[in-house]
């Protein structure tokens, strides 16, 4: 396995939109490896393929205390919505940075499991929440873009400053 790099943010790379995956194959499975020993390394609970460069609709999730529990996310879709909550947000690709955003508090979401199997999930709470954020990184969205343009060029100046001092 391997500890992949994680763009950070504003690198133009985390604007692409992501292509859905054709095949879940041993590629396919050897990027989820290596994207679940990055996310629980940094430490994270989700991480988008977009984050680490891979252009394709891939997540990888951890919600759990006790980080065993992998959840994998091929093509998903959301095919239903309700509610709203906040949730103070943070992001691997903006270290640091810790902000509220407004999202919908139950999902349904539809995907391909890493074999390829389709399987449907009601989400809510922090699930809810990270989903919602990783499907925006495969949209090329960063969850800053629902901060003000104040708060974000604020954001994105520290950023430019902390990558040019290291
Ligand atoms: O997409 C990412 O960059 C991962 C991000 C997911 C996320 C967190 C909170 C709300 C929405 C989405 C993170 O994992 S940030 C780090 C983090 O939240 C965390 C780190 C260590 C322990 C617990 C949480
Ligand atoms: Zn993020």
Known sequence: MAILE???YPDPRLHTVAKPVKEVDTHIRRLIKDMAETMYAA???GLAATQVNQHIQLIVIDTSETKDQLLVL??????????SQDYEEGCLSVPGIYESV???EKITVQALDANGTQFTLDADG???VCIQHEMDHLLGKVFVEYLSPLKRNR???KMVKLQRDR
Not at 74 to 83: D, M, T, V
């Open 74 to 83: 091929i093509n998903p879709k959301i095919i239903a919505r309700s509610g």
């Open 155 to 157: 954001i994105k100046t």
């Open 102 to 104: 407004t999202r919908a």
């Open 6 to 8: 994680i763009l950070n």
């Open 43 to 45: 430490p994270g609970i």
């Open 126 to 128: 922090l699930l809810s």
